[in-house]
């Protein structure tokens, strides 16, 4: 199939390779150079513009950091048209970008409007699932458009879910990701403790780990140095899920919160948190370094 893919970050990179290798001819295409060069080494066919990579392509995939990046890319930036407009009736449009829910909404309305299915189907899984075609999609829109995209998905991921109509999938992406702040802090939180009462949080990992404080961070992406190999932690905090991303996630967890009147004070003090972790100057680090603000300032323990 002809696919092009735009955003070529930490999570789209490894999609669009993914589907390179199952065989779909994808054209891609990303503003960052070095996305577009880590993109060309890899084999991948670039587009100049956004508008070159979706000539011909009968699906058009997107991952980008945030709702205005996605509205200037479909809706144009008022110096150029939008890509809807260079889209035949007929394409199927999948923006997999962690977004307002109210966004997805209103592009997918547009889309119907030019015969356009568009379903919002962000993801999760880290940049390792990204790699290994493991993501969960979370997929809001049309079940028949779905069931189109659907190999298609399964090529870059293990798990499909569709949550509902045009949003849904964006809703249920923000309710997990402000389940994985909050988890992530309570997991860090404890780990420091540990470390301060002198516990090696190897031991004390493993201990958590199969008791009832088990969870996501402690079976696959320990927050603490030396812990676990291939995450985050072991290298510096490098790569992975930004703070600022995992910040912008929990806005929109708030934002929607305030918009439906649910009660998230968890959600809320997390997002307190994030942000203090990032004004300290550690945005651009995993969202794991979170544990940096809750050890002792005292010990050698702390990674900064």
């Not at 390779?17 to 199952?22: C, D, E, G, I, S």
């Not at 510096?236 to 919160?257: C, E, H, I, V």
């Not at 550690?282 to 010990?299: N, W």
Request: with cysteine; glycine share 14%; charged share 15%.
């Amino acid at each position: 199939m002809d696919i092009a893919f735009i955003g070529l970050g930490n999570m789209g990179g490894p999609m669009a390779l993914n589907l390179h290798r199952a065989g779909h001819a994808v054209r891609a295409c990303d503003l960052s150079p070095d996305a577009r060069a880590r993109a060309a080494d890899a084999g991948l066919v670039l587009a100049d513009s956004p508008a070159s990579a979706v000539q011909g392509a009968r699906l058009v995939i997107s991952m980008l950091p945030a709702s205005r990046h996605v509205e200037a890319l479909y809706f144009g930036d008022g110096a150029a048209p939008g890509l809807l407009d260079h889209l035949p009736a007929g394409t199927l449009v999948v923006d997999s970008s962690t977004i307002a829910a109210a966004t997805s909404r209103r592009l997918a309305e547009a889309g119907r409007q030019r015969g356009v299915a568009v379903l919002d189907a962000p993801v999760s899984g880290g940049t390792a699932g990204a790699a290994a075609g493991t993501l969960t999609f979370m997929v809001g829109g049309e079940a028949d458009a779905l069931e189109q995209a659907r190999p298609v998905l399964l090529q870059m991921g293990s798990n499909v879910f569709h949550a509902g109509a045009a949003g849904a999938g964006q809703a249920a992406k923000i309710c997990n990701n402000l389940l994985l702040g909050v988890l992530m802090i309570g997991t860090s939180e404890a780990l420091a403790l540990g470390v301060a009462n002198g516990l090696d949080p190897t031991v004390l990992s493993e201990i958590m780990r199969r008791s009832s404080g088990g969870n996501w961070a402690l079976e696959k992406y320990n927050p603490y140095p030396g812990v676990m190999d291939g995450v985050p932690a072991s290298r510096a905090y490098s790569g992975g899920f930004g703070t600022d991303l995992m910040l912008k996630d929990l806005g929109l967890a708030q934002d929607n919160a305030v918009q439906v009147g649910a009660a998230t004070p968890l959600g809320s003090l997390a997002r307190s948190l994030y942000a203090a972790h990032s004004l300290a100057g550690h945005g651009h680090l995993d969202f794991s370094s979170i544990v940096s603000l809750l050890q002792r300032a005292d010990g050698d323990d702390a990674p900064f």
